[in-house]
């Protein structure tokens, strides 16, 4: 015979009261029992008019057996965090009255999740096809959540992690990173700590740095990995729904596609495709402008992995072409791609003795024409340090773009030019070359074409 009670499984959301919905408070405030964890039964405390009874940690299954029993003849309200079907007590209920043949009314009701409320907080880092995980191993084994981890890696999904982190268990989460960063690499994760309440944190790490601080991430945080579509826009975590790829919310013209110099309707064709691919992974700001070209011109993503930009260097150098500066530079292959006709070769003023190349010769002959103007290393590390040397000595250009090549002093000789107290785009490491030095200057003429048509 069925009871004449009926047991809630109230889902009371994130933590503000605010989001709790107008169903669970209904349910509470008719309930003649409310049962739950000590902090989720602090949030609706004062909206409670029956009986609260708490209980702790580890103490679930004694916690479903009380709210059942209390239900055969009362209204019960067994309260869960966010929503009770993910990760909650839904599923324990449903399992315990099934199994031990219980004939009583129960049903769940929906709350807000902790992936519903902290996704906004980023921006929209959930926006379509995600997958979670939780990294707690309480209840199930390290290698299945291992297994779900890589599986969703290797799909693509946006990926939320509950339950990160706990005082027993940091291990479990440097694990978890050095997966994304196996399959994924170092890319953006969206941290928010403690959604809606008032010690709320936001904010957007690397897998890197979470393993170099696990302490920082702890139960009440959920983790945000992003995928290859996802992008950083305005300092906020956006992974696109596809509304562009359909209605084109943002279209290059054909000016842009000229400048980029593509001049045929192939030509020009070939060069909007290939906006298309790259728009999917980065954003619209300028730096994101000269990545992109950067990108399309090596046909390589990882490229925007080595570029540094330093001292606001896009905006200064977009100036500087307004203004008409010079553009000086180490070796022809760099002028013969550049769409500008104020270059100057330093090669060609160079002489070649046993302390110098002729690029850096050129480059110390040049020096007083460097002042003011552009100055570009696109092959020579030793063009690279004989330019560190000459702004030390009191020359200083608008801006230097500096993008040597090899094993033996480009990654050092970069390293050197970013110490400067000058305007710069760099690469990192010992990568580089002519090609993304005349993808960083072409495209700020672009964008300097840009600003003076608008």
Known sequence: ???????????????????????????????????????????????????????RMGEEVER?????????????????????????????????????????????????????????????????DHAVVSLSDLLTPWEAIERRLVAALLGDYVIAIYNPSSRKRRGNLVKAMELVKKFRG??????????????????????????????????????????????????????PRGYSRKYRLR?????????????????IEITRQSYEVVNRYFGDTPEDFIIKRCVIATGDLSVAGILRFHKNAVKTGIEAIKEGRDIIVDVHMVKAGLRAKNVTVAVDYGESNGDDTRTASGFRKLRNKLEGNIVAVGNAPS?????????????????????????????????????????????????????????ILNGMMSLAKEDETC
Not at 215 to 233: G, P, Q, R
């Open 186 to 239: 170092n890319v953006p994760v969206g941290i928010v700590k403690n959604a809606t309440r008032d010690e709320e944190e936001v904010y957007i790490t690397t897998p890197d740095e979470i393993m170099e601080n696990p302490d920082a991430v702890d139960m009440h945080t959920i983790l945000f990995v992003s995928n290859s579509e996802s992008k950083l826009m305005g300092g906020r975590f956006i992974t």
């Open 64 to 128: 479903v057996r009380r709210a059942v029993k209390l239900a055969e003849s009362n209204v019960v309200s067994l309260v869960s965090g966010g929503d009770p079907s993910i990760y909650g007590m839904a599923s324990l209920v449903a399992e315990y009255v099934a199994e031990n043949g219980v004939d009583i009314e129960y049903e769940v009701i929906p709350g807000v999740t902790a992936l519903s409320a902290a996704s906004p907080l980023l921006g929209s880092a959930v926006s379509g």
């Open 383 to 439: 063009a690279a340090l004989a330019l560190y040397d000459i702004v030390k000595e009191g020359i200083k250009p608008a801006l230097i773009v500096a993008t040597p090549v090899g094993f033996v002093n480009a990654a050092e000789s970069k390293e050197m030019i970013r110490q400067l107290d000058v305007p710069s785009i760099t690469t990192a490491g010992p990568r580089g070359g002519s090609t993304i030095c005349v993808a």
């Open 251 to 267: 279209e290059a013209g054909r000016k842009e596609m000229e400048a980029s110099g593509a001049a045929t309707s192939k030509a």
């Open 1 to 55: 015979m069925r009871s004449q009670g009926k047991l809630y499984v109230v889902g009371i959301g994130p933590g503000d009261a605010d989001f709790l919905t107008i169903k669970a408070v209904k349910a509470l405030q008719s309930s003649d029992y409310v049962i739950g964890h000590r902090t989720y039964v602090d949030r609706i405390r004062e909206i409670v008019k029956g009986e609260i009874i708490e209980s």
